[in-house]
Nanobody, 121 residues
Framework: QVQLVESGGGLVQAGGSLRLSCAAS????????MGWFRQAPGEQREFVAA????????YYADSVKGRFTISRDNAKNTVYLQMNSLKPEDTAVYYC??????????????WGQGTQVTVSS
């Protein structure tokens, strides 16, 4: 079973940047796609970004395209989410996941504990 531990969340002003990290253990990290989801208060958890096992393919929600960048380092079993030009509507708990693509929808059975990102206006 995979264990996922996020870090890097915090409070930032609108227009600022944050970099989230997710350290994975328990399975062969380099064999699986990895991703990030987020959940704002009162909202359902939503897909943010995903990256293929090799890092050769990346996928983004329209709301973050051009501002967020997902990457991975298979030697360190770590996936990253660089978030630039942050907006107040990006405020949420961000979860690392090991997702699979079902049709056009990303879903996951494995989640980290989440890290809070708060963007002030």
């Amino acid at each position: 079973q995979v264990q996922l531990v996020e870090s890097g969340g915090g409070l930032v002003q609108a227009g600022g940047s944050l970099r989230l990290s997710c350290a994975a253990s328990g399975r062969t990290f380099r064999s699986y796609a990895m991703g990030w989801f987020r959940q704002a208060p009162g909202e359902q958890r939503e897909f943010v970004a995903a990256i293929s096992w090799s890092g050769g393919s990346t996928y983004y929600a329209d709301s973050v395209k051009g501002r967020f960048t997902i990457s991975r380092d298979n030697a360190k079993n770590t996936v990253y989410l660089q978030m630039n030009s942050l907006k107040p509507e990006d405020t949420a708990v961000y979860y690392c996941a090991e997702p699979s693509l079902y049709g056009s929808r990303w879903e996951s059975d494995y989640w980290g504990q989440g890290t809070q990102v708060t963007v002030s206006s």
